[in-house]
């Protein structure tokens, strides 16, 4: 896992933050008192999480990655908002977060799939649903792998700026499902991801597993743009209620 400290500089121009994400959000966050209360997880360098904190949103954020949690620190620093960052991961939250608190979670850019584990995916409903304020909701993004079930080896989006390319492939064996990803610039080849085991979870089994959590309702689109999303999509979001 040290190699995904080479994906940090990087990391704002791969996973930018666009008008249709601004926009998508702010669908949803007036929809409760304010200031509403946002927990992402796995937050990057927290240049989305930033943004909201600006606009009045009492913000959340936890990560794993140290490189990527020192960035987003670094962009608070001397800002007087209402933003606090952590290092955690999913199955420390609700042991250190605050029960009913959250009116939105969010975890985008699939980073769900590396709670690598079915029995803690599942989890992780249960424990966002504890987090939640009355009728808070969650919104998930992340690749359509039912796109990609068939295929033992399937080659993932890539992801392009002006500087660098990220290619991912997701491999499939009796040992599990394992990400492999690197950065290419140039005709420079860096690893981020080597083997990774992963859960490459669907969209059946997002409702499946938000209906045992107790949620009541999902939207699924293909982007921020609120498209439908079908099987031959590339991305997937879900809003769970």
Same mark, same amino acid.
Not at 62 to 89: C, H, K, P, W
């Given at each position: ?9 990087? @990391? ?49 954020? +936890? ?21 606090? @960052? ?52 969650? +919104? ?16 993932? !989006? ?38 990774? !085991?992963? @859960? ?42």
């Amino acid at each position: 896992m040290d190699t995904v400290k080479n994906l940090v500089e990087y @990391y704002d121009e791969l996973f930018p933050v666009s008008d249709a994400q601004r926009i998508f959000f702010e669908s949803y966050i007036p929809q409760f008192s304010p200031p509403a209360k946002f927990l992402s997880i796995g937050c990057g360098t927290g240049i989305f999480e930033h943004r909201l904190a600006k606009n009045a949103i009492d913000v959340t954020a +936890i990560e794993t990655v140290r490189g990527l949690l020192d960035s987003a620190t670094r962009r608070y620093r001397n800002q007087l908002m209402a933003l606090r @960052y952590f290092q955690m991961s999913t199955l420390e939250m609700t042991k250190f977060l605050g029960k009913n608190f959250y009116n939105i979670i969010s975890c985008l850019n699939s980073r769900i799939i590396f709670i690598h584990k079915k029995e803690l995916v599942r989890k992780f409903f249960y424990d966002c649903k504890e987090l939640l304020s009355e009728n808070g909701i969650v +919104i998930l993004g992340l690749e359509n792998f039912e796109k990609f079930r068939a295929d033992p080896k399937a080659i993932l !989006p890539v992801r392009k700026s002006i500087r660098i390319t990220y290619k991912s492939q997701v491999t499939k064996n009796a040992q599990g499902t394992f990400l492999e990803s690197h950065l290419e610039k140039e005709s420079k080849v860096i690893p981020v991801y080597e083997r990774i !085991p992963i @859960y490459p979870l669907q969209k059946s089994e997002i409702a499946e597993f938000a209906k045992e959590a107790g949620f009541e309702k999902i939207d699924f689109f293909s982007d921020f743009e609120k498209n439908p999303v079908s099987e031959d999509s590339d991305y997937l979001f879900a809003v769970i209620r």
